[in-house]
Each structure stands twice: as C-alpha cells, then as structure tokens.
C-alpha cells in the first residue's frame, strides 16, 4: 500500500516541548500567545492557543505548558495547556474538578459534599435575565444568610406571606 504525504513522511514528526508565556494576546477569534519562551535560547511569537468550547482561559505571565512543534517545524507552533505554579489548586482528591484564577476566586465540584463558590474579593453573582434565580435545598434542609448555620445565631426569615419555614438569616 502505498501512501502519499504532501511533505513527505517528516510532515508527521512532531515535537513536544515545555514553554512559559511572557504575553497573550485574547482580543480576537483565537487566542495568540504573543511572546513564549522554551528551551535556553528559545523565543516564539503569535503561536496559537487552542480552547475548548465552553470555556476558555488567559494564563498569567510565568504561566508554563507545552507546545506542539508540528511536523517538527518552529513556525507551526500550538500552545497547550498553560497554568501558573504559583496559582494552581492543589491536593485536589481523586474525582474532584476546580476552576480558578490567580486572584483566589474558586468554583470547586467537591463530589459527595457538593459545590462551593468562593469570590477572594468582591461578589459572587447569580443571575438570570429572562427568569428567576431559584436555591432549593434538599428536603427537610435549610438555607442560611450571612454564615454557616453553626456560629451565631440565626432566626427564620419574615416575608410578606410570612415566616419562612426553611431560610434563616444570621442575628446580630
């Protein structure tokens, strides 16, 4: 059988290295790393940065990753990956996932233990302009403002239909 590479078969090499982002360029339909380095000497410029849909990602200057030398060529460079030492979660348990950023904001899916949703600074936003924001706990559980539900103490929420029967709010 005989098979045809329009580059010949050097096309199919590729080489895999570690790089650090000096600069991102996120402004247009693709992400560019605009300066890169990898090895001692090595230094890459508007290399592409492919993202999955549905989310996507600016790497801090410092950030390391690799990129992907297609057929072997520096000027067919992608940028993979990409994540700060300094700012990467850590000690994640088996099964867990956590996004996160360099300022210390965390979404983390905590398996059985559910979800939490930590902003280091500022606010934490839940909205939904064509409908209403909706917190159900479980059954027979309850849903508490200004803290945990153990320091303090809390009393049932008034509403104008009257007192709520699973929403308490922390006194004093």
């Known amino acids: 059988m005989w098979v045809w590479f329009p580059e010949g078969q050097e096309g199919l090499i590729g080489s895999l290295r570690r790089?650090?982002?000096q600069k991102v360029d996120d402004?247009?339909?693709q992400q560019i790393l605009k300066k890169m380095t990898g090895l001692k000497t090595e230094i890459?410029?508007?290399v592409y940065r492919p993202q999955p849909h549905g989310f996507s990602s600016h790497p801090p200057s410092g950030s390391e990753g690799l990129y992907l030398a297609l057929g072997g060529r520096s000027d067919r460079l992608l940028?993979?990956?990409f994540e700060h030492k300094d700012f990467r979660y850590r000690n994640l348990p088996e099964g867990q996932a956590v996004l996160y950023d360099h300022k210390g904001n965390?979404?983390?899916m905590q398996s059985d233990k559910?979800?939490?949703?930590a902003a280091k600074k500022g606010v934490v936003e839940v909205s939904?302009?064509?409908?209403?924001?909706f917190v159900k706990p479980g059954a027979g559980q309850m849903v508490f403002l200004g803290g945990n539900g153990e320091d303090g103490s809390y009393g049932f929420v008034e509403t104008d239909a009257g007192t709520s029967v699973n929403v308490k709010a922390k006194v004093g």
């Open 27 to 29: 402004s247009g339909t």
């Open 114 to 117: 559910g979800v939490r949703v």
């Open 44 to 46: 890459f410029e508007d």
């Open 106 to 108: 965390v979404v983390l």
């Open 79 to 81: 940028g993979l990956g």
């Open 128 to 133: 939904a302009q064509d409908s209403k924001v």
């Open 19 to 21: 790089a650090t982002v």
